[in-house]
């Protein structure tokens, strides 16, 4: 099973006009970076731009561009913008009635899953952009 790396794609799109601060920066030229479609930048740009991280031009010399101060944007930030709720996701397949672990997994699971996220939350909240250009 593949993870979800569209905040991993979103720290890099950020960092990336976070390099180029006072400039607008093309999809084309962000795609570049990440190495993927320019679609796949726009798309998650346009989940940043109605977050208010980004704002966006329209037109030959349009582009994206950050509206807050990398310093002030977290990973978190990052993540409540593309709606990224949960972490990990319990199986949608019903209890069998018929064994115990069954009918005690998804209690047993969400009270884990929650704790581990509420963990990694918080370490979200530690890390700006900036220290991602730091690295």
Do not use: W
């Not at 795609?31 to 993927?36: E, I, K, L, P």
């Not at 990990?88 to 069998?96: E, G, L, R, T, V």
């Not at 969400?110 to 979200?124: D, I, P, T, V, Y």
């Amino acid at each position: 099973m593949a993870a979800n790396s569209r905040l991993a794609v979103a720290a890099h799109i950020v960092a990336v006009l976070a390099s180029k601060r006072d400039e607008f920066v093309s999809s084309a030229y962000v795609a570049a970076s990440v190495n993927t479609n320019a679609v796949v930048i726009r798309r998650i740009l346009c989940a940043l731009t109605k977050a208010g991280i980004v704002t966006g031009e329209k037109g030959k010399a349009g582009g994206s561009k950050l509206l807050r101060c990398p310093d002030e944007i977290t990973l978190a930030d990052l993540s409540k913008a593309l709606g990224e709720e949960h972490l990990f996701a319990i199986h949608k397949n019903p209890a069998n009635p018929k064994c115990r672990v069954s009918c005690h997994m998804k209690e047993a699971l969400g009270k884990a899953f929650s704790r581990a996220e509420k963990a990694a939350e918080a370490q979200l909240r530690e890390v700006t952009v900036s220290e991602l250009l730091a690295a």
